[in-house]
């Protein structure tokens, strides 16, 4: 059985250019959702996708959007990159119908 | 009424003690309780989890305490041990209707002395 995984490992950067993070969720998982974690804070959900489509979003503006695709692995994709989007990116893969989430191991994002 | 309020910011105890870390929520749709364990450098990862129906889960040396009345959960870790130093994070999560998003605990370093 295959784990989360996330690319790149570490990104950096400048303001105001756009970033793709990408996500292969665990096998047989249909659900993928994206977490920001700044230093020394928890996880912030960032939104989900399931079947395709966002099911449920954060408090997120919406330069930050997403994709899921057939084989239910994710794209993150924020625009217009702040400052303060510096932190490491989180994606979380489950089955719809259980409760756990098996999260990866992060994208570090510095934005400089 | 979505925040998650956990308890200490940090936590120092001797190797053979136990750890305690509390959290308490104010949103009664929360409808699961994780506990994750983050190193660093890694993502979190699933410890031990509970649903509000029962008032205690014991795995191996991790226990979560559930007191519904007061909204209030709690992990222990009985024979902690310098391999558990790391980042706890308590989680409550809203179910399948609001995207099951897992709301997240500001975290609690834990160091275990040798």
């Known amino acids: 059985e295959t784990g989360v995984t996330q690319s790149p490992t570490h990104l950096i950067k400048t303001r105001g250019q756009q970033v793709t993070l990408r996500c292969s969720s665990q096998?047989?998982?249909?659900?993928v959702s994206w977490y920001q974690q700044a230093l020394g804070q928890g996880p912030q959900f960032i939104f989900q996708y399931y079947r395709e489509e966002e099911n449920g979003r954060g408090n997120f503006p919406p330069r930050f959007s997403g994709l899921q695709f057939p084989n239910y692995s994710s794209e993150l994709n924020v625009n217009a990159l702040e400052l303060d989007d510096s932190a490491l990116y989180l994606c979380?893969?489950?089955?719809?119908?259980?409760?756990?989430?098996?999260f990866g191991p992060g994208t570090r994002l510095t934005v400089l | 009424q979505q925040q998650v309020k956990q308890s200490p910011q940090s936590l120092i105890v001797q190797k053979g003690g136990i750890s305690i870390i509390n959290c308490a929520y104010e949103?009664?749709?929360?409808?699961?309780f994780p506990w994750y364990q983050q190193f660093p450098g890694k993502g979190p990862a699933l410890l031990i989890a509970?649903?509000?129906?029962?008032s205690e889960k014991k795995e191996g040396r991790f226990t979560i305490s559930f007191n519904k009345s007061a909204k209030q959960f709690s992990l222990h870790i009985m024979d902690s041990q310098p391999g558990d130093s790391a980042t706890y994070f308590c989680?409550?999560?809203?179910?399948?209707?609001?995207?099951?998003?897992?709301?997240f605990g500001e975290g609690t370093q834990l160091t275990v002395n040798p």
């Open positions: 509970i649903r509000p129906d029962v």
């Open positions: 979380a893969s489950s089955l719809q119908t259980e409760n756990t989430q098996y």
């Open positions: 096998s047989g998982h249909n659900t």
């Open positions: 949103n009664t749709a929360f409808d699961y």
């Open positions: 989680a409550a999560r809203l179910g399948e209707t609001s995207g099951s998003r897992l709301t």
